[in-house]
């Protein structure tokens, strides 16, 4: 099994900031079950190499293949998974704004998010709907760092949300694979070929552009946004530091490792959270009755984490490369249908900028999975 986190949404996932895995310690077993049922004119494995996500997750650090779907009924599926995503991500945008524009208390906001995955998690362990994962003292230190980066991204995003356009935020939030490609050049010591580190510049330029145009700019939205990209790429490292020996256990799977993150960054926010917000705050807003503000908070902390459970069926039914390439649509439709759903004005610099980021992150992806492609046939 390959343990890490790709640098994400979400959202966060979390971009982020949010968490995904590659589960490749399915893989092997799964390759052969579906070798033994397919004719093998119809299987096909892909290559996967290191691949990093932009909110919201785990890197795969093996570079054994990745079953890409095949035929018409798994294409279907694949597109399901695809389309559920997509629709979720878009709505959960949309109501976690609306949210945060009628009660503004992004820390706890941010806080019942984690929460809500975690009961969900624990539920399922607790009635045998997923496997229970291997918990030691051991893990839960290696899970430390990790953990702790993870709520840093996820409050930052929540807190930008909360101060500027959603679509402002994602442009920015589409800068975090400049700070993947120096904190692991920094501190794991991994490079690149020049040619993935110049698709960063137009990742740069654009990010530049927009936020130099944008209407609704705010330093702090714009501050949150970036130490949220700078938390996720760290993540990624100490997951890369840290989970190295916790490879190899069955139990382990991303789904899992989600479960046990959200139960720690949810401990570990609560007492800033309290600190913040003033203790609890209470439902309440000014002209809008408690049931709706109640609808609203609830259904955010729901698609928060039923967006991170749909994206990882995505993954798992595609190669790296193309759930990258999916992951950068997705940003382009929920920077979309913010902008029609709030109908935010947006000047043209601002388009040409948002563009030009978002163009670069897509040539990041790729770039940067060919370079992984090349390394095994130079080494």
């Known amino acids: 099994m390959a343990i890490g986190f790709v640098a994400g949404s979400g959202s966060s996932v979390l971009g982020r900031s949010q968490w995904v895995s590659t589960p490749l310690q399915k893989e092997t077993r799964a390759g052969r079950i579906a070798q033994s049922r397919v004719a093998p004119t119809r299987c096909a494995l892909l290559p996967m190499g290191k691949f990093d996500r932009s909110s919201t997750k785990l890197l795969a650090s093996s570079a054994s293949a990745a079953p890409e779907a095949t035929g018409g009924a798994s294409t279907m599926k694949v597109g399901f998974y695809f389309g559920l995503w997509y629709f979720l991500n878009v709505i959960f945008n949309i109501i976690n704004k609306q949210t945060l524009n009628m009660w503004s208390y992004p820390w706890t906001l941010s806080l019942v998010q984690l929460g809500v995955g975690a009961t969900y998690c624990t539920i399922q362990w607790l009635i045998g709907t997923r496997k229970r994962p291997n918990v030691s003292w051991g893990l839960l230190k290696a899970l430390t760092l ?3 980066a993870h709520t840093l991204g996820h409050i930052m995003s929540c ?3 909360s101060s500027v356009a959603i679509s402002f935020t994602h442009i920015v939030k589409s800068a975090e694979p400049v700070f993947g490609a120096v904190c692991a050049a920094a501190f794991l010591g991994e490079a690149y070929p020049f040619y993935v580190y110049l698709t960063l510049i137009p990742i740069i330029f654009g990010v530049a552009l927009s936020s130099a145009t944008e209407l609704t700019f705010t330093w702090m939205g714009f501050i ?9 790429a760290m993540r990624n ?4 530091i840290t989970m190295a020996d916790y490879k190899s256990d069955s139990t382990l799977s991303s789904e899992n490792i989600y479960g046990l993150i ?4 949810f401990l ?3 007492p800033f959270a309290i600190y913040f917000d003033n203790g609890i705050p209470a439902m309440v807003a000014a002209g809008i009755p408690f049931a709706t503000l109640f609808r609203y908070f609830m259904s955010s902390c729901l698609l928060y984490h ?9 993954l798992g039914n595609v190669s790296p490369v193309t759930f990258s390439v999916g992951n950068t649509i997705k ?3 929920i920077i979309g249908a913010s902008i029609v759903f709030f109908k935010t004005k947006v000047m043209p610099l601002n388009a040409v900028g948002s563009i030009v980021a978002i163009v670069g992150t897509f040539l990041y992806s790729m770039s940067k999975n060919k370079a992984a492609q090349a390394k095994p046939k130079s080494a």
């Open 331 to 333: 940003r382009v439709i």
């Open 306 to 314: 039923l967006y991170n459970e749909v994206s990882y069926l995505a």
């Open 224 to 232: 949150t946004a970036m130490i949220s990209n700078f938390a996720f």
């Open 262 to 265: 959200s139960i720690m960054a």
């Open 237 to 240: 490292v100490f997951s890369k």
């Open 268 to 270: 570990m926010e609560l």
């Open 146 to 148: 990790p953990a702790a």
């Open 159 to 161: 807190l930008s949300f």
